[in-house]
């Protein structure tokens, strides 16, 4: 067995595609394992786990190969495809003849090459978000900012100068929007129609998207306003915005927001400006006590006047019964973990979170207690230095691997989001998982599966692999909470 | 454009950071350009989010770069130093940032020994040199500080005759030494009897001729000439050829009707066509006049100088009044006359670099295909420099446009945010001198400034808005 770890100096390439050169890296015939990664301190400390040495120096803005192979052949072989990917990552742009310039550097940059610009995406490291923001703002672009770990004072300067520039800021924190039809982030594909949403909470906003679209309702537009917009120091500004957007947009025919209740004068306040809007609005104040998403999207399609539908589930194992033991819920979606954790709160007492309902039952710092447990993968916390869930399954399969071994669980319960920008095929990883799971007699499987017909991975085909491997799948989330719960109180 | 009309058709987006969600839009055949994002200058995050917050930042930018660019730069005059910049016996004005004699590299104390020579100061070299080093009756100050720029060793004494500049729009005057030519020069540190011998010419022969043909002939407009000059093949910094061309044909009417004797003017008229660089130093003061109309503008974190004394590299901002930030000097990258090579040359010198603060020079390369072996060698690296230029400048010049790029304008007005943001230093065209007083110039080339004083400068603006 050899090993090598080698440090590019000053080399920037994003995490989604170092993830890709390393899962590329590590199929490599004679890799025993790989990590091609920004020397961060959370990638550092993988590099110590995988019982590699930490290169002298490195930080933040270098790029860490490492590999270990059988011989050194396989670790010379490895290397050069790394070097290849590494070039494809950097893309086109050298000049060549007369020179073609260069790719811009920066969003005011880029937005002189695209005259028609209107609107800019960030997903840089939240901590450089605001400064791409900014220049976004000023070169009179509306922006929506996917990254998350922005302060709170860096969100409320962004959208005090966008109200002065007449602008709109989507986030930050803003997983999902959809443009006329157009998805930004995490979107999910659904047809035009009379409904658009103003959105506190992004994989809230795509439940009641994917829900709607199952009973045959289209939707206009979704404006993503981040999970902070409703709060006193933010005072609701995006969101206020985006009503006055989609009451002016003439396909909107009814306005839905979806949102955490906010504070009484911030639910006031809001609550007058739907008042004032000429486009009927539909208030979604969720969380404990308060209607789910599922009777949201009920409401929506009782308002429009179509028949209640009964919600698509699939069942590879009718009467799946669970092992006793305690319910794990492991989540990729913030708003799903909330919801679930709500409804199995109610049925089943206290529920150990990272985002927990009631701060006495926030998890250990190891995630590891007894009870039922929810666990949001997708916490600011948990996402510093690496991918969202969505995109990157690591935790969340080591995860459920450890609790189909942990004989105190009964029933795990995941979310699964489909749509652009997630997982390109979730069940190739999960299903062999649930499968694995089930044979050894381990806990109950229930998924939330989060997508439409018209999502790239397919909504049919990831729900019937999921469902063969042994697992309850619902396109509801607060069905699939339910019967998470009930198939830990019937045993 | 504001967000009212952003629900009226396919949002058309600018990318900055994870290419997944890029490549999401691409398969929904949306429209968009994604930026090549890299995380700013290591130390930066806090002072770009605190100036980047700063709302003075913008207007004070706009209005910075808008006296900079309408600024209108005419050639007036032709005066001794003494007279035109208050200089008193004893005080020489260097290049760059502030230093001393024992911080001074060969050329500029090979500079300062000639000019204390030519003031009558002491008789000999090495009394010249006594006198420099113990300092007494000696001042030294950065031309800056006078409204004046200097190439290379940038020394200028009270009988040197100076060009001067007045920008019509704001009233600022600027000046400028008059190019003593190529080779065993001042300005690259030697001081020789031929030296002296024709700086004493230039003060009693040419610069007077000069004088009564500019009277003659009224201001004269350099906005106009460097437009000209940029469709003719010079970039204002390292070719100059065309520019002194148009300079000498706009002169030649007036200096025949002054009445010098003929031989005088022989003379005078040889010495501008046989130095290939006589416009430099007109340009660099027309530089400096438009640099100065856009100084301390509070929150501006434009560039307004940029300019090296052979030990520091250092930059003013607009928002941040007469403070240097710096940082050393790098010896220059470039082509060397004769024998001479990277061993010879002395660390980067001159306030020529004026002339990249407004655009020009090394932001201008792709007007200059002549000059392409400075940059690699063909006209696509020249192409190629100017548009790295346009990622950390804000706007484009209105009148100074360049033939090669559809008559795209210069890149001008030098961020101090976006170079921290990029990573991308000004390209800087230069000449470099020898590092040993007395041997003049050993060659020409490009030299990357130091990435600290732009760091410096942008924490020195977070301090100034709070943050």
């Known amino acids: ?491 | 454009m504001t967000a009212d009309s952003l629900l009226a058709g396919e949002p058309v987006v600018v990318t900055a950071g994870l290419d997944l969600l890029h490549d999401a839009l691409t398969a929904q055949a949306a429209v968009t350009q994604p930026v090549a994002w890299r995380p700013p200058v290591p130390g930066c995050r806090e002072p770009l989010a605190a100036v980047m917050a700063d709302r003075r930042r913008e207007p004070a930018n706009r209005a910075a770069l808008d006296r900079l660019l309408s600024a209108t730069p005419h050639l007036v005059d032709v005066r001794p130093a003494g007279e035109a910049l208050g200089l008193e016996r004893g005080c020489f004005l260097h290049a760059g940032p502030p230093t001393t004699w024992e911080r001074a590299p060969g050329p500029l104390r090979g500079a300062l020994m000639g000019a204390v020579l030519l003031e009558g100061l002491a008789e000999t070299p090495e009394e010249a040199e006594r006198l420099l080093a113990a300092g007494s009756g000696i001042t030294l100050e950065p031309c800056h500080h006078r409204a004046a720029v200097g190439p290379m060793a940038g020394v200028v004494s009270p009988s040197m005759w100076v060009l001067e500049v007045v920008d019509t729009t704001y009233g600022r005057r600027a000046y400028c030494p008059l190019n003593e030519g190529l080779g065993q020069v001042l300005r690259y540190g030697a001081y020789g009897p031929a030296v002296l011998d024709r700086l004493r010419w230039m003060a009693s022969v040419l610069g007077p001729l000069l004088r009564a043909a500019l009277r003659s002939h009224g201001p004269l407009d350099l906005r106009a000439i460097t437009a000209q000059m940029l469709a003719m093949g010079d970039e204002g910094h390292n070719r100059n050829r065309a520019a002194t061309s148009l300079l000498l044909r706009r002169l030649l009417h007036h200096l025949v009707l002054s009445g010098a004797p003929s031989s005088e003017l022989a003379a005078a008229v040889d010495f501008i066509d046989g130095n290939d660089h006589f416009f430099l130093n007109v340009g660099m003061a027309a530089s400096k006049a438009c640099a100065d109309a856009a100084r301390d503008v509070p929150g501006s974190s434009l560039v307004v100088a940029m300019a090296r004394n052979g030990t520091d590299f250092g930059i003013q901002v607009s928002g941040t009044g007469d403070r240097w930030f710096t940082g050393p000097a790098a010896v220059p990258e470039g082509l060397y006359l004769g024998s001479f090579g990277t061993e010879d040359a002395s660390a980067d010198i001159g306030d020529s670099t004026i002339t990249e603060t407004v655009g020009l020079g090394g932001f201008a390369m792709a007007a200059a295909p002549a000059i392409v072996q400075f940059v690699g060698g063909q006209v696509s690296d020249a192409i190629s420099a100017t548009l790295a230029m346009y990622e950390i400048t804000l706007a484009e010049h209105p009148v100074h446009r360049l033939p090669i790029l559809d008559f795209r304008g210069c890149p001008v007005g030098i961020d101090v945010t976006l170079v921290a943001r990029t990573g991308i230093l000004p390209q800087v065209n230069t000449g470099i001198a020898g590092k040993q007083a007395g041997t003049g110039q050993v060659g020409a080339g490009l030299v990357q400034p130091p990435i600290q004083a732009f760091t410096a400068a942008l924490q020195a603006l977070a301090e100034a808005c709070g943050g």
């Not at chain 1, 890799?31 to 930080?59: H, S």
């Not at chain 1, 006590?289 to 999207?297: E, F, I, N, W």
């Not at chain 1, 979730?426 to 299903?431: F, Q, T």
């Open chain 1, 1 to 491: 067995m050899t090993s090598s770890v080698a440090v590019r100096r000053g080399t920037y390439v994003d995490s989604v595609r170092l993830m890709q050169v390393t899962r590329e890296a590590g199929r490599l015939p004679g890799i025993t394992a790989a990590l091609v990664a920004m020397a961060t301190p959370t990638n550092l400390e993988l590099l110590a786990a995988m019982g590699l040495a930490r290169p002298d120096g490195a930080g933040p803005d270098d790029l860490v190969v490492a590999l270990e192979a059988r011989d050194w052949e396989a670790l010379s072989r490895a290397f050069g495809v790394i070097e290849e990917a590494l070039a494809r990552a950097a893309g086109p742009g050298a000049p060549g003849g007369f020179a073609q310039p260069g790719p811009p550097r920066t969003v005011r940059s880029a937005a002189r090459r695209l005259p028609d610009a209107n609107l800019a995406l960030v997903s840089v490291p939240g901590q450089h978000a605001f400064t791409e923001a900014m220049d976004a703002l000023e070169a009179g672009l509306s922006v929506m900012v996917f990254s998350d770990n922005v302060s709170l004072e860096e969100e409320v300067t962004l959208k005090e100068e966008a109200e002065r520039r007449h602008l709109l800021v989507m986030g930050p924190d803003c997983g999902t929007a959809m443009i006329n039809g157009v998805g930004l982030g995490f979107a999910n594909v659904v047809r035009p129609g009379p409904v658009g949403l103003v959105a506190a909470s992004g994989t809230g906003s795509q439940q009641v998207v994917c829900l709607l679209e199952a009973a045959g309702i289209g939707t206009s537009h979704v404006i993503g306003v981040g999970g902070r917009d409703l709060s006193e120091p933010v005072g609701a500004r995006s969101c206020l915005r985006a009503l006055g957007l989609l009451d002016a947009d003439p396909a909107t025919q009814l306005i839905v927001v979806v949102s955490k209740p906010p504070s009484p004068e911030i639910a006031a306040q809001v609550r007058d400006a739907a008042t004032g809007c000429s486009t009927p609005t539909l208030l979604g104040f969720l969380g404990l006590g308060q209607p789910d998403l599922t009777s949201l999207a009920e409401q929506v399609v009782a308002h429009l006047g179509r028949p209640a539908p009964s919600w698509p589930r699939w069942s590879g194992e009718p009467g799946q019964q669970a092992r006793p033991g305690a319910l794990r819920g492991l989540f990729s979606g913030g708003s799903l973990c909330e919801e679930a954790t709500a409804i199995a709160a109610q049925a089943l007492g206290p529920i150990r979170s990272n985002v927990p309902l009631d701060p006495a039952w926030a998890l250990p710092d190891d995630l590891r207690p007894d009870g039922h447990v929810m666990i949001d993968f997708g916490d600011d916390r948990l996402t510093t230095g690496r991918p969202h869930p969505m995109i990157d399954p690591t935790l969340r399969r080591e995860r459920l691997a450890a609790e189909a071994a942990d004989p105190t669980c009964g029933v795990v319960l995941l979310d699964v989001v489909l749509g652009h920008g997630a997982d390109p095929d979730p069940a190739a990883w999960l299903a062999p998982a649930i499968a694995a799971a089930r044979a050894g007699g381990g806990p109950a499987v229930v998924v939330s599966l989060c997508g439409t017909p018209g999502d790239p991975q397919g909504l049919e085909a990831q729900a019937g692999q999921l469902a063969g491997a042994g697992a309850s799948v619902h396109l509801s989330n607060a069905e699939a909470a339910r019967q998470a719960v009930a198939l830990v109180r019937d045993r």
